[in-house]
């Protein structure tokens, strides 16, 4: 069993940037690949970014593709998801799920256990 705290949401201006951090409970975190996910108000949720069980292999959205990183500190069990130059259509609450797969997936029901999420808003 895994239990994910997602922190560091926030109001912003466009062009800024927020790290959101996501704490894992449980000695396997290591083991999990992790991602992070987005649903804006009336959109479905989607894939933002994904980083495997070693942090050697990540992969992107389109939409966020050189301007956010994930990372992951094993030793902390905690992964991170930095975002910068924010546009409004980034807002969204965002989400932080564990897959036990190990590798990178875009595919949310590859993924065992979900934050709570924490909101990003963007202003213009």
């Known amino acids: 069993q895994v239990q994910l705290d997602e922190s560091g949401g926030g109001l912003v201006q466009a062009g800024g940037s927020l790290r959101l951090s996501c704490a894992a409970s449980g000695r396997t975190f290591s083991s999990y690949a992790m991602g992070w996910f987005r649903q804006a108000p009336g959109k479905e949720r989607e894939f933002v970014a994904g980083i495997s069980w070693g942090g050697s292999s990540t992969y992107y959205a389109d939409s966020v593709k050189g301007r956010f990183t994930i990372s992951r500190d094993n030793a902390k069990n905690t992964v991170f998801l930095q975002m910068n130059s924010l546009q409004p259509e980034d807002t969204a609450v965002y989400y932080c799920?564990?897959?036990?797969?190990?590798?990178?997936?875009?595919?949310?029901?590859?993924?065992?256990?979900w934050g709570q999420g924490t909101q990003v808003t963007v202003s213009s």
């Open positions: 799920a564990a897959s036990q797969l190990g590798y990178v997936t875009r595919v949310s029901p590859a993924y065992d256990y």
